[in-house]
């Protein structure tokens, strides 16, 4: 689940960089000639392109680590998430760009779910990989002492791989 939470998050927060959330008026030296621009989100709230990449960083960081660090990077997780709904619903802009707030309070949200269940229940959650030992290694741990002599008596030696 905390897979799927994070990158939606960075998605959602990237998205939100990119939609406008507001409007400049800008003048054309000497003509005065004064033209109106969007501005993206990613001009106006800047940290929100970092806190998508931070989210897809937490994503390796989740299936690196297990046990209590991954409650650390829930722990982390929590301002991470709480910048974007703060920006979104508190830092106003001079028109109605709804969506662009919208979605990086959306974005906020899912890294705020994502950071509750790693502190909630990361410890529990199973590592990547933690299970799987590859066919030659568990035949080597799985030869005791009577299997090295019986391939010594066969003609064996079993110091040398299976190839």
């Not at 406008?20 to 392109?49: C, K, M, N």
């Not at 709904?85 to 830092?91: E, N, S, Y």
């Not at 590859?134 to 299997?147: F, I, L, V």
């Amino acid at each position: 689940m905390v897979a799927v939470l994070l990158p939606a998050a960075a998605a959602a927060l990237w998205g939100a960089a990119r939609l406008p959330w507001g409007t400049a008026v800008r003048s054309r030296p000497g003509t005065g000639v004064t033209t109106s621009v969007d501005v993206p989100g990613g001009d106006f709230a800047p940290e929100l392109v970092p806190l998508a990449v931070f989210a897809l960083a937490a994503v390796a960081g989740v299936l690196a680590v297990s046990g209590t660090w991954r409650r650390v990077v829930g722990v982390v997780l929590v301002p991470a998430g709480a910048v974007p709904v703060w920006t979104g619903l508190f830092r106003h802009t001079d028109t109605d760009a709804f969506g662009g707030r919208a979605l990086a309070v959306l974005g906020g949200v899912l890294l705020l779910a994502a950071a509750v269940a790693l502190v909630w229940r990361g410890h529990r959650m199973p590592r990547l990989g933690g299970r799987y030992r590859s066919p030659g290694a568990a035949k080597e741990t799985a030869r005791g002492e009577q299997d090295l002599w019986q391939a010594l008596s066969e003609g064996e030696d079993p110091t040398v791989a299976d190839r």
